[in-house]
């Protein structure tokens, strides 16, 4: 049960989006540009791996498994795979330049200023453009701030993960922006 009455029993963000109509529109605004969106060089996979990346870090079971089962979707792999890069990104079969990048996003998640020069220049060695490196850190701050606003509040989340991984299909379908909160 949440911290607050959030007037529904729905699970994670989806219980303080519905309380709050009006300030979940432009949050869900946000994740459709930077998860959704085609126009990226950066596929859908990769992004909702960075931000499920993020929420492991930031220990947000909700967010880090919802993510995670997109994220598999996409990329076409199993939860293990996830699992794996999540725990361990640098021994993962991913591209050395998606592993420059969860390493900006890891300092993100730390603290904005522990992003260093170094880490951008060695991003930049291995192919990312400004652009992905931009999206990378506005996704890894905007996980911040959901998972922040998901446990914050004590959201409950499902436990079993095959739930996540069976509605990933259709949260990869309907997007971000125009999906009903309570379906």
């Known amino acids: 049960m949440a911290y607050i009455d959030l007037q529904n029993d ?3 963000i989806r219980g303080p989006m519905a309380f709050r109509p009006e300030t979940a529109k432009p949050l ?3 994740a459709e540009i930077l998860l959704h969106d085609d126009n990226n060089t950066l596929s859908r996979g990769e992004r909702e791996l ?4 993020v929420s492991s870090l930031n220990d947000c079971f909700f967010c880090q498994n919802v993510h995670g089962a997109l994220a598999q979707h996409y990329m076409q792999c199993d939860m293990q795979f996830i699992d794996n890069i999540k725990k361990d990104f640098l021994s993962s079969n991913i591209s050395d330049k998606m592993k420059a990048l969860l ?4 300092s993100v998640q730390k603290s904005g200023k522990h992003v260093t020069a170094e880490q951008i220049d060695h991003a930049r060695e291995l192919g990312a453009t400004d652009r992905e ?9 905007a ?3 959901f998972n922040r606003y998901v446990d914050g509040l004590g959201t409950w989340a499902p436990q079993d993960r095959q739930v996540y991984v069976e509605r990933a299909p259709r949260r990869a379908a309907e997007g971000y922006i125009d999906f009903d909160l309570y379906k």
């Open 10 to 12: 729905l699970p994670g």
């Open 50 to 53: 960075i931000g499920a990346y």
């Open 103 to 106: 390493a900006i996003a890891g």
């Open 133 to 141: 490196i931009h999206d990378t850190v506005l996704i890894a701050a």
């Open 143 to 145: 996980f911040c701030m």
């Open 28 to 30: 869900n605004e946000l």
